[in-house]
């Protein structure tokens, strides 16, 4: 089974960037396709982006188009989430999330990692 630890988070004023990144070990990485969630307080946790396996194909929320960029890197094991122009409504915890399923089956996603917060202020 594949073990993800996430980084990266943090606090960055908005109009802002951070890149997340997604450790994966104990399991061929590049067999499974990868995602990230976020959740925000109060709220139930929700689908960002995600990667196939070989890192060709992608799917992003509706708004975080054009300022997030999911990529992996097999070779290292990890996955990242490069996120531009932030806004406060970015604030949550990120999780990285992997399938041996297909990258767009949102409820196949069953390995997680433990989150890292990100907080956007104006």
């Known amino acids: 089974q594949v073990q993800l630890v996430e980084s990266g988070g943090g606090l960055v004023q908005a109009g802002g960037s951070l890149r997340l990144s997604c450790a994966a070990s104990?399991?061929?990485?590049?067999?499974?396709?990868m995602a990230w969630f976020r959740q925000a307080p109060g709220k139930e946790r929700e689908f960002v982006a995600a990667?196939?396996?070989?890192?060709?194909?992608?799917l992003y929320e509706d708004s975080v188009k054009g300022r997030f960029t999911i990529s992996r890197d097999n070779a290292k094991n990890t996955g990242y989430l490069q996120m531009n122009s932030l806004k406060p409504e970015d604030t949550a915890v990120y999780y990285c999330?992997?399938?041996?399923?297909?990258?767009?089956?949102?409820?196949?996603?069953?390995?997680w990692g433990q989150g890292t917060r990100v907080t956007v202020f104006s």
């Open positions: 999330g992997a399938t041996p399923g297909a990258y767009w089956a949102l409820e196949s996603y069953d390995y």
């Open positions: 104990g399991g061929t990485f590049s067999t499974y396709a």
């Open positions: 990667i196939s396996r070989n890192g060709g194909s992608g």
